[in-house]
């Protein structure tokens, strides 16, 4: 689900939109085929509460009223006006064709047209949440997790953490604590900001790669307050 931005994307996952549709229910599905499926969407949804990435987290999804999970700001208008709660059926019927289901929404991924699947996928999450667990911490009754994405705080090395940004003509130059600098063409360096629990520390930048040949890169900071604070303008 995405925002203002809530670009659910390729998330088989999107499962936060709706409105009761013509779809029936599948059969009962297999939370441990459903815990594959969900890797697909685990770049775009967590079963963390309070963890939110594009779209926000699946944590108790099931009998939880559309367009209300807490400290998610970037559902849709149509979304916003949704009157219902998600159960079995709607989230069946939203996954086999979103964009039918709810018109008017951002999610582009077309839909999952495997009654099995979708069947799969929703006992997975009614499982992996069932009682308050969490199903991205680990192992949970056997199934297999979705992976976590990098924590910035505790998983990035000297070669990663910013020490100063050098702004010249069309030049970015970073430094990182190893010593070494990187120069980048200034349309390939991206400043970004993550303020999570896994971002970086406030004031403390991090640089993740963004290409195999090495000439593209994400810059993160803990707040876009920083950016321009961090970068000098120096020749």
Known sequence: MRASHELF????????LGLPGPQTVAAAGDPERGAQVFRSCSSCHTLERGAHRTGPSLAGVLGRQAGTAEGFHRYS?????????????????????PQAFLPGNRMTFPGLADARARADVIAYLETATAGGAQGQAGEQGGMMAAPQLIDLRREVGPNNRITSIRYCGDTYTVGVESGESHPFWEFNLRFKTD?????????????????????????????????????ESKC
């Open 9 to 16: 994307l390729t998330g088989l996952f999107a499962l936060l």
């Open 77 to 97: 208008d149509a979304l916003r006006s949704a009157d219902l709660v998600w159960r079995e059926d709607t989230l069946n019927s939203f996954l086999a064709d």
């Open 195 to 231: 303020s999570s629990d896994k971002g970086p520390e406030p004031d403390h930048p991090v640089l993740i790669p963004a290409s195999m040949m090495g000439d593209r890169a994400f810059v993160i900071f803990a707040a876009p307050g920083e950016i321009s604070a961090f970068v």
